[in-house]
């Protein structure tokens, strides 16, 4: 039987996707990681990411400062 692909979601624009074109993320004490493979983790799309408007919303959002966001994409891209 063939193993089905997971679909995630994106918590900005609730789009649907394969998990492996959505950006893992983890919140933990007030900060954004990368997923590290363990704990609590949540779904970004790469269009998401890479609006500053929406960086900013999913900074209100965790109630923390949306340079995290800024930083983080800056690693994903490079
Ligand atoms: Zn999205």
Do not use: W
Not at 10 to 19: A, E, L, N, S, T
Request: charged share 30%.
């Amino acid at each position: 039987m063939l193993k089905r692909k997971p679909i995630r979601m994106c918590i900005v624009c609730k789009q649907r996707g394969f998990q492996d074109t959505l950006i893992r993320l983890q919140h933990k004490e007030d900060n954004i990681f990368l997923f590290q493979g363990y704990g609590r983790s949540f779904y970004v799309c790469h269009s998401c990411m890479g609006d500053a408007k929406k960086r900013v919303g999913l900074g209100k959002r965790f109630k923390i400062n949306s340079e995290i966001f800024d930083k983080l994409l800056k690693e994903i891209d490079g």
